[in-house]
């Protein structure tokens, strides 16, 4: 990956978060190349997972340059990390924390920020966390995590709206998730790295962003086994030294390009992607008759001449992911004849919907399917981002509309696509900022 291209993008990234709309001219094929970005859920857990280790620095290489990550950042530096460079290359030292809690302003903007409660408990023994709360997409509460910190020693109490844990010492256990969650798994493996004893994790998540933390906490010094597979070891140490950690592409922002060059009748080529994540994207795209090779890191993309219709259900990793649905119905509103999607994972993951209606789709939701008729005629239109990925979702319906779309709430793009505007640009979109 070219490191070069990655602060030319934290330039127009920087510049390009304070606008608040996006505005797209639709009609253009998308063409060319664009580089996919470090994922923004591997990096969130490894940077709050800095604050476990005892001496040293972290480097992380490239790092993406989003609001997620700028918060997470001010997040552990309240806890008294020093992160001497900012993206794309970050330098973390810990040279002991300080304080418990990191600020509600902070907390609120994003449920990650979760992340910290397990190493604040392991390295302090003590914290207090604003309860993450619900958001656009689902009520998403944190009981597996407590839980499981619970069966590991911690004594939690909830009060007026936050979460304040203190142990003693965090002990190993066997831990079985009702639910293979992703934030769960990540907590639980945060807090057995330095527990006293073996910690079991059973049913746990498969996520690629779970192996790359594993990957971490070993590179500190950690023993943890079984990450990638439904039951995960960790073997407590007493001592982590800061390392070099590389973050793995983000296969959702893959997926996102990838369904924008279908929808287009594009033709592209994304570097910087792992074939192996994308699996599940990849099978349902070609289901669509959109042409998809890999070749070690590059992945060709090229749109058919006409769309089929096809049946999604969104599942725990390896299954199709939850953050690819509001991508997909945009992409189905345009096959030859009517598909079904199937939300298992949020309860309330069809907020895009309403917007796609907007613009001309024709798509009816019941509890947690959608049925998305094809053949519509997308028209630009104003509309709203009411999340990340229903944001994604939008951009994708717009670059195939006819006419101009306002898409007002891009700071939810922020949060999770470094610098879209321009690397659409680059692929021949007509899209800008105001
Ligand atoms: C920063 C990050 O990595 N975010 C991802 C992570 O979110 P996150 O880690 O929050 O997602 P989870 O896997 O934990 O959540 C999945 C489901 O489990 C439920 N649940 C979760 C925890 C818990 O204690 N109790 C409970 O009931 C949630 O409400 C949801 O219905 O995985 C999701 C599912 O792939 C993705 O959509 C998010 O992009
Ligand atoms: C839901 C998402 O992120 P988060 O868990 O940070 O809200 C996402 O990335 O689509």
New binding site residues.
Partial sequence: MDKASYSMTEVGATSSISQNKIIIQGGEPLKGEVVISPS??AV?PILAACLLQHEGQTVIPIAPNLTDVQTMISVIEHLGLRVKSKPPSLLIENAGIQGNEPPYKLVRKM??SILVLAPLLARQGRAIIALPGGCAI????????LKGLSAMGADLQTREGKIEAKCSELTGAKIYLD??????T?TLMMAGVLARGVTMIENA?L?P?IVNLAQFLNAMGGKVQGAGTNVIRIEGVRYLRGTVQPIIPDRIEAGTYMVATAITGGEAVLRNIEPDHLQSIIFKLRETGTEVECESSKLYVKAPETLRPIQLRTM?YPGF???MQPQFTALLTKAQGTSLIVET???NRFLHVNELLRMGARIQVEGRTAVVQGLSRLWGARVRATDLRAGAALVIAALAACGKTEITGSDHIDRGYENMVAKLSAMGASVTRR
Avoid: M, Q, Y
């Fill in positions: 923004k859920n969130l449920r990650a689902g009520t998403r509460p944190i009981d597996l995590h639910f293979p969650s992703v934030g769960a990540e998540a996520e962003e725990p992911p939850t953050d994972i949020f309860e």
